[in-house]
């Protein structure tokens, strides 16, 4: 029987090429959507949440980065707010 799940936000900084997509790979392994260049977001219950984050330190390892894992209850996902600014056409 799977737990509650809670929104899980992966947040990094990796000046490794290699490492950084090896990080991306993990979070997309666990169904995370890529919402940002070094941002992934998805539902994850407390086992699957413990297992990436010991999957994304054994990738990072002893390599130069941040990586920080946040989990927000619904009520806190819900109330996200964000500003998109698209591309405009540069002679539109």
Same mark, same amino acid.
């Given at each position: 029987?799977?737990?509650? $799940? ?44 413990? $297992? ?28 996200k707010? $964000? ?8 002679n539109?």
């Amino acid at each position: 029987m799977r737990g509650q $799940e809670l929104l899980t936000v992966v947040i990094y900084d990796i000046t490794s090429d290699r490492i950084r997509l090896k990080i991306a790979e993990v979070c997309k392994d666990y169904g995370l959507d890529h919402v940002q260049y070094s941002v992934f977001s998805g539902p994850l219950d407390a086992t699957r949440r413990n $297992e990436m984050f010991s999957r994304l330190g054994d990738t990072l390892g002893r390599h130069e980065g941040k990586l920080i894992m946040l989990q927000m209850c619904e009520k806190d996902a819900a109330a996200k707010r $964000e500003i998109v600014q698209l591309a405009h056409p540069q002679n539109a």
